[in-house]
């Protein structure tokens, strides 16, 4: 153990993919999948290379609720506006009408959306704290958050290839262009809300709370509904990028190799002596109009709040 240790906290990436992929595969021969195996991975890791600090810092990201009211609105909304669209494009080209039978009691989607919010079996908790709340920043060190994403893109899709060849889970291979798309939805969400795992948890609860595939029987609507959720999906992810590209230009530096020169500087509003790791500076922009904490409004403050002292220009 005293050997194996050392290494996982230089390659803690490569430790933390091996073990989701060995975990999450072991029940492919069987015919299942363990999305839980992300997380188990990610709390082993955890565990050996930071402790109860990285323990921590992951149970704040994922109770980390003081963020904008507009990044809950865009988790809750965007999903259901993607369902929304797919839906009625596909009854503009459909020869037959919707199947809603899954919603057979009116608080049915209210049951799934909090079973899927707790249950580490089930996505949603099995991936969150283990790719956005370790993958998503350490992979951030040394790149830009659009190399990152990319290269976590890639990854978190190829853990999802079983997926496509079990019987159990009923999905087809296009629907990995929704996965990549996701992605960049969910490290854009998790950059705007100061890194809540919270928020991103909760996008990614109501994207997969209401099925696509059984709102019509297996044929050409039942393909086509697939093809333009999943299309839907990777468009976004691509639009997201190309709107807002401020936010895909950060880079963490690495802190053990800063010098005095790259250091994190203050928060940037007067008075605030509230530095953030690995924080640099990338433009002279002025603080925004709804007085939020320079870093807090850059989606990189560890505990976002909202400034009562003022504004300055970095």
């Known amino acids: 153990m005293s050997a194996v ?52 810092e992951l149970g704040s990201r994922i109770v980390r609720w003081r963020v904008g009211w507009i990044w809950y609105v865009a988790a809750i909304g965007i999903p259901v506006a993607i369902l929304a669209i797919t839906i009625a494009s596909n009854s503009a080209f459909a020869s037959t009408s919707p199947s809603f039978g899954q919603f057979h009691a009116w608080y049915s989607v209210i049951v799934v959306v909090a079973v899927r919010m707790i249950d580490p079996l089930n996505g949603p908790v099995a991936e969150e704290p283990s790719f956005r709340g370790l993958a998503q920043p350490s992979l951030e060190v040394g790149r830009t958050r659009c190399t990152a994403t990319a290269i976590l893109a890639v990854l978190v899709t190829v853990w999802h290839i079983p997926l496509y060849f079990i019987d159990e889970f009923e999905l087809q291979p296009i629907e990995s262009l929704a996965t990549f798309g996701c992605t960049f939805f969910y490290a854009w969400l998790f950059a705007h809300s100061g890194g809540s795992v919270l928020i991103t948890l909760i996008a990614h609860v109501f994207e997969g709370s209401i099925r696509i595939g059984p709102l019509w029987a297996d ?89 009562r002292m003022g504004r300055r220009k970095l």
């Open 5 to 56: 240790a050392p290494w996982i906290r230089d390659h803690r990436l490569v430790s933390f993919f091996a073990l989701t992929y060995a975990i999450s595969w072991s029940l492919v021969p069987f015919g299942s999948f363990l999305p839980t195996g992300a997380l188990i991975a990610a709390l082993i890791v955890m565990g050996i290379a930071d402790g109860r600090a990285g323990f921590r």
């Open 219 to 307: 044929g050409p609507d039942n393909d086509r509904v697939i093809a333009i959720y999943a299309l839907a999906w990777f468009a976004f992810g691509v639009l997201v990028v190309l709107c807002d590209r401020s936010v895909w230009r950060f880079r963490t530096v690495d802190n053990q190799s800063a010098d005095e020169n790259t250091l994190p500087p203050r928060c940037g509003v007067r008075g605030c002596l509230r530095r953030s790791p690995g924080w640099t500076r990338t433009s002279n922009r002025p603080i925004n109009s709804r007085k939020l904490c320079q870093l807090s409004y850059r989606g990189l403050c560890s505990r976002p709040f909202r400034c």
